[in-house]
C-alpha cells in the first residue's frame, strides 16, 4: 500500500513541476497580473515540498513532523485556491470588459459615438415588430457642410461634426436613439412620440445646428434639412420607413423648409 501511495503521490508532484512552465510563460504574457502569477508559482513550490515531505513520511518520518506538513499542504491549500479564484476572477472581468468593448466598437460611429448605422437598423426592425405602437422617425441631412471639408479639410469638418452632435444630443434624451449614418447624414428614433413631439424636436434642433460654430478661428454657418415618418401609416417595415423619411427630407432640403412630414405629403395625394 505504500507503494501505491507514494507512487500516487508522486503523478501530483509532476503535474506540480509541469505547471511551473505554463506559469513562467503567463508572467510574461500577462505583465499586469505578473504579482499573481509569481504568487501562485510560489505557492506550487510549497506544494512540492510539501509532496516530498508527504513522500519522506511515508517512508517512516517522525509523527511531529507529518503534522507540520499536513498543516503545510492545508495552509497552501487555501491560499492556492484563493489565488486562482482571484485570477480567474480577473481574467473574466477582463474578458468581458474587452467583449463589452468590442461590441460598443461594432454599434457606435468612431467619431461622434452616437449609435452607426447598424444598431439604427436593429432598432428599427424591433419596433417595427409591433404594428399596435406608433412611433417617429427622424432624418436629416446637414446643408452646405461639404463646402467645410473642402475648404477648411476634413479635421476642421470633424470638430463640426462633434459639435452638432453635443447639440442634437442636448435635446434628446433616452429612450429616443440618435445614430450618425455616415457622412454628415443623421437619425432619430422617437418610441412612443407623435407627430407633434417630432415636430416640436425637429424645429428645436435646426434651431441649435444653425447657431453660429465658432471652430479653429472660423465662424460656420450649417444648415440642416430634416424629414419625418410616422409608424406605421408611412411605413410598416425599416425600409419603407426610412424610404419615406428620406423622400421627406430632400424635399427640405428642396423647398429649403425647416421640415417635411411624410404623412402631409400622403394625405395631399
Given at each position: 500500500m505504500t507503494a501505491i501511495a507514494i507512487f500516487i503521490v508522486l503523478i501530483g508532484l509532476i503535474g506540480l513541476l509541469a505547471s511551473l512552465i505554463p506559469s513562467y510563460h503567463l508572467c510574461h504574457l500577462h505583465p499586469q497580473q505578473a504579482l499573481g502569477w509569481r504568487l501562485l508559482m510560489f505557492m506550487i513550490g510549497i506544494f512540492i515540498v510539501g509532496y516530498i515531505g508527504f513522500i519522506w513520511m511515508l517512508l517512516g518520518i517522525a509523527t511531529e513532523t507529518l503534522e507540520m506538513i499536513v498543516s503545510a499542504i492545508f495552509c497552501g491549500g487555501g491560499i492556492f485556491v484563493w489565488i486562482i479564484i482571484k485570477m480567474s476572477q480577473e481574467t473574466i472581468l477582463q474578458l468581458h470588459n474587452i467583449l463589452e468593448e468590442k461590441h460598443y466598437q461594432a454599434n457606435h460611429d468612431p467619431l461622434t459615438e452616437l449609435a452607426n448605422r447598424h444598431l439604427l437598423y436593429e432598432q428599427l426592425e424591433q419596433h417595427c415588430k409591433n404594428l399596435s405602437k406608433p412611433f417617429s422617425f427622424i432624418m436629416m441631412d446637414l446643408d452646405d457642410f461639404k463646402m467645410i471639408n473642402d475648404n477648411l479639410g476634413h479635421d476642421t469638418g470633424d470638430k463640426v461634426l462633434k459639435i452638432i452632435t453635443d447639440r442634437i444630443n442636448r435635446l434628446v434624451s433616452p429612450p429616443a436613439l440618435v445614430s450618425r449614418?455616415?457622412?454628415?447624414?443623421?437619425?432619430?428614433?422617437?418610441?412612443?412620440?407623435?407627430?407633434?413631439?417630432?415636430?416640436?424636436?425637429?424645429?428645436?434642433?435646426?434651431?441649435?445646428?444653425?447657431?453660429?460654430?465658432?471652430?479653429?478661428?472660423?465662424s460656420l454657418a450649417v444648415g440642416i434639412s430634416i424629414g419625418i415618418a410616422q409608424f406605421p401609416h408611412d411605413g410598416e417595415n425599416r425600409e419603407t420607413l426610412m424610404k419615406n423619411a428620406d423622400i421627406a427630407m430632400y424635399q427640405s432640403k428642396q423647398k429649403n423648409s425647416d421640415y417635411e412630414v411624410t404623412s402631409r405629403q400622403a394625405y395631399s395625394i
Open positions: 449614418l455616415g457622412g454628415d447624414e443623421f437619425a432619430i428614433v422617437l418610441p412612443s412620440a407623435d407627430l407633434d413631439h417630432a415636430i416640436t424636436l425637429s424645429k428645436q434642433i435646426r434651431n441649435a445646428v444653425i447657431e453660429d460654430i465658432y471652430c479653429e478661428g472660423h
